[in-house]
């Protein structure tokens, strides 16, 4: 009757701090009072439960935020590093690249705006792209009854 056993309900309860607040400085020791148990149990539960350190699995959290608000934000490479709750950006480079292996500006640059892939020129966008604003009644008199 061997099986995997759900993690306990304090542990969810800390991983899902780490979820909604990555952004926040959110520290280990947050996530084991939200837990009810001391930093060095917690740790060891935690690991033990999801199969990685709490440290790690919140790191992993803001870089997979990251790496969304590099491919669809203009935001520079500081602003979303900051934005995620990191610290550094030295040591936020250090660990995108270990994790997606390129830098923050190499990875964006994989994913161009919308924009550069249009392959109609600039102005024949705009005219199109425009709303039509009409009122009912115009829109009306240009129909047939």
């Avoid at 309860?13 to 917690?42: N, T």
């Avoid at 292996?101 to 161009?112: D, H, K």
Wanted: proline content about 8%; aromatic content about 8%.
């Amino acid at each position: 009757m061997g099986g995997v056993v759900p993690p306990a309900r304090h542990l969810l309860r800390a991983k899902d701090l780490a979820d909604a607040r990555y952004a926040e400085p959110l520290a280990v020791a947050d996530m084991a009072h939200a837990a009810g148990l001391s930093p060095a149990h917690f740790s060891r539960e935690f690991r033990r439960a999801f199969g990685e350190a709490p440290h790690q699995y919140l790191l992993t959290r803001r870089l997979e935020r990251a790496a969304a608000l590099l491919r669809n934000t203009d935001r520079s490479v500081t602003e979303v590093c900051f934005a995620v709750g990191l610290g550094s950006l030295g040591s936020f480079t250090t660990s995108f690249r270990r994790v997606y292996g390129t830098t923050p500006a190499a990875y964006r640059a994989l994913f161009p705006p919308a924009r550069r892939l249009i392959r109609i020129p600039d102005c024949m966008a705009k005219a199109y792209g425009r709303p039509q604003n009409r009122t009912f009644r115009e829109a009306r008199r240009g129909m047939p009854p």
